[in-house]
């Protein structure tokens, strides 16, 4: 019996047929158009969706679920996108609407960084944890609290909100208004921006070089200089591993999930992440009497994990 | 049906016996005298809980549930006390002592701060709500977050530490070994040295007199002081909202309880902690679509929260 998940996002909706293993059969994606009109982008996903049932050679009525990861403020009580900048959307009825074009009985929607850990709890690097927590590092650092297959995300289900977490009160601005937030110091935006106050402040960095070689400052630019010896760009690397282990910590010392998984660009790092982050990681936890320490790993599933985390809804 | 709470502290033993409404219908305590050995310990709450019964005319038969409320690393699955400093206990097997004492089949052991919690989601200030949090206020800040009427703790059952999430990066040092922890500046204990900071850099201020009339620095002196009109305590009154509403927003953004509850000794200044803290936090809270908000309100069951949290377990 096959599942569909879409992931909508803000320039391509993605779509993708997932078997009982939680495997991707069949992948489509188009354009998402939001200019066009929200109607138009309920088309766009349900055409996607009967496209990838004739591909399969299955009729809509044979698909017993599909669920759709949406960027913003979803309910997924209600299957309303309640508000979504970059789709242009405001309280959208989407679920009911894919429903009445696709003829797909039951149909649920969510906020795409709760899909993406839902993906990854249960086919990804979290797959077999009872609670886990992803956390993505991309624009902004986003995240999702996994309870026993299910995501949390409070009364409102605006919860998961990792990214909002001050770590610094008074410290660098962030967008949500709010002073010293995660998302100030660990998203790939603001190692950006570190990266580039530091360039400011050393013109004879090696990260100069690099930016050039890359073409821009990038997420990459200091991992690269400081692993070619430049004293300026491991301190920003130090800096961003501290303060990223920092709400690392505070996130399980609340919640002692079973995994914390790290997606996004900055995770591409690897074990020059990874190593550093772990050492920095025991260093601050919360000393307890059980011995049992949530596991920290790279995320495995991509741009899927959103896909594979909607069919799952 | 009668159930059994009991209350283990490092001074005292308090024992309740609560009724199906979740009233506390008859109450005894002794001291815990840890220094006697853990096995007499063990033997007083048996004690307790059989005098109780005797009190009320029940067998220990007829009680078909008690819990135990205790400080320190708690392992409800087995049973065990794990470490407990102020109990002077170590890996010490309380349910299973407790049980072949008593005869009572079904005992449950849960860390204080977690059954105080649950005692307010089931019978006090977050009575009827789904998800709740509970912030004690006192020598350290505790917490607990409860789910749909069970205790949340993660797989280790070492989470709802709260207190020790870093809210300013390298700022004023915590005893678990980390700077910047949200005790270190919002417990009863950070209050106090806040205060003294204060009336050590002005003699003149008004803090001087009310701790000199209270007979000591408390976590009253600078919410008097500054009723009083005292700027240098106005300041410290201020800091200490400010830090306090930035952890609550913080719990907000991450888990969305729909009530956050606050006990301990602070949240006795009432209207005077609450009406400036609700208006910070209400500058702080993360905007979102769904336009519901977690409500903040004063734990009501004081010291009992932990014995009625203890019966449900």
Redesign the interface.
Known sequence: MYRIGIDLGGTKIAAALVDEENRIVKKLSVPTDPERGSDCVAENISRLALGLCGEAGVSAGDIPFMGIAAP??I?PETGYI??AHNLMMEHFPIADKVRSLTGIKDIRVENDANAAALGEAVAGAAKG???SVMITLGTGVGGG?I?EGKV???????????G????????RQCN???K?CWEAYSSATALIAMTREAMDGDPGSELHKVAAELGKVSGKTAFIAARRGDATAQKVVDHYI??LA?GI???I??????VLSIGGGISNEGDGLMIPLQKQIDR?I?????????EIRIAKLGNDAGLIGAANL
Do not use: W
């Not at 949390?152 to 990792?162: D, L, P, R, W």
């Not at 010392?253 to 079973?258: E, K, S, V």
């Open positions: 913003g403020a309910n309640e508000r944890s009872r609670y609290f309870i949390y995300s409070g009364f409102n289900y605006t919860g998961g909100e990792f909002h977490m001050v770590i610094r009160a008074g410290g949500c208004g709010r010293g501290e303060m920092c910590v505070n996130v010392n609340l919640l002692q999930p079973d601050e919360f000393i307890h009497g059980i011995g049992k320490s949530t």
